[in-house]
C-alpha cells in the first residue's frame, strides 16, 4: 500500500519593532515526499548613538536595547564622521544629538549626507531651543527632530515607519 | 525595609523632585538589567558633582562669563532633565534666564538653591540606599 503524505507551511506575518525578516524558500524533491525548508534570516536594527552626555548615551541604549536592536555610539559628532569614512558602516537609524563639542549635530548631519548616508537622522533637541535652530538642524539633512527626554514612546513611531518602509 | 524605601521614592515625587521622566527610567528596567536606575543615578550624581564644582569655580572668580555659566548649566539642565530631576532643572532654566540678561546676582541666588534641591535629593537617595543596601539584595 503506497501512502501519500501532504505536508503543509503557514507563514504568520509577525509585527515585531526591530526584526527584519527575511525568508528563504528550499524545496527537496525526494520522490513522492516534498520537503519544505525555510530559513529565516534575522537582522536586528541597528543604530548610531551620537551624544556627548554619557548619561543620554547610557539611557539611549537602553532604550534601544529594550525594542530589540543594537546600537553602536559616538561621543560628538566628529566621532560619527569617522565612523563613517571607510564607507561600511551601515546604521538604519542615527540618533543625533544637537549641542556637542568638536562637531555639532547641524555639522555633522550636513557631513554625512555630503557623504551620501542614507541612515534615518533623528536629531535630538533640547525644548529651549529657538524655532529656527530646530528649522536649521531639519535643513542639515534630518529626518525627524525630537525633544529631550527620549523615551520608548517618542522613539517607536519612527521605528515602525523605518519597519514599512 | 522595601516600604520605607518605596515612601522615600514617594516622597520625591510628591514634592516635585522627581517626575515622570523618573519612572520611564524605571520601566527601562528588568530581571536582565536589575540595576539600570541605580546605574544611571549614579552617573548623574557623578556628572552633577563636576558641573557644580566648575560653575562654583567660575562664581567664585568674580567675574562673570555668562556664556561659559551658560553652556554649563545647559549640559546640567540636558542630564537632569533625562533623569527626571524635576527641581534642580527648573533651576537650571531659571539660571540660564538670568545669564542671558547678565543678572550676576540672580544667577549665584539662583544656584544656591540648584545645590540646595540637588543635595536634599541626593541625600534622600542616599537615605534609601541605606535601607536597601547592595542592589542584589533588593530582590531578597
Known sequence: ?165 | MQRQVALIKQSLFDQGYLDDQFMELEELQDDANPNFVEEVATLYFKDSARLINNIDQALERGSFDFSRLDSYMHQFKGSSTSIGASKVKTECTTFREYCRVGNAEGCLRTFQQLKKEHATWQDRRGLGRQHVGPSKERDK
Open chain 1, 1 to 165: 500500500v503506497y501512502v501519500r503524505r501532504t505536508q503543509f507551511t503557514i507563514f504568520f506575518r509577525i509585527q515585531n519593532h526591530c526584526l527584519k525578516t527575511k525568508s528563504k524558500m528550499a524545496t527537496k524533491s525526494t520522490g513522492d515526499i516534498e520537503k519544505t525548508k525555510s530559513i529565516e534570516m534575522k537582522k536586528k536594527l541597528n543604530v548610531l548613538i551620537v551624544d556627548d552626555d554619557p548619561l543620554n548615551l547610557k539611557i539611549h541604549e537602553r532604550i534601544i536595547k529594550t525594542i530589540g536592536g543594537i546600537s553602536q555610539m559616538a561621543k560628538n559628532g566628529e566621532e560619527a564622521v569617522i565612523i563613517h569614512r571607510d564607507g561600511r558602516a551601515s546604521f538604519d537609524l542615527i540618533l543625533m544629538d544637537k549641542e556637542m563639542p568638536e562637531r555639532d549635530g547641524v555639522s555633522t548631519t550636513k557631513k554625512l549626507r555630503e557623504m551620501k548616508v542614507t541612515s534615518m537622522i533623528v536629531g535630538v533637541t533640547s525644548l529651549a531651543d529657538r524655532e529656527e535652530e530646530r528649522r536649521a538642524f531639519m535643513e542639515a539633512g534630518l529626518n525627524h527632530c525630537l525633544a529631550k527626554p527620549l523615551t520608548k514612546e517618542k522613539i517607536l513611531p519612527l521605528i515602525n515607519h523605518l519597519m514599512d518602509a
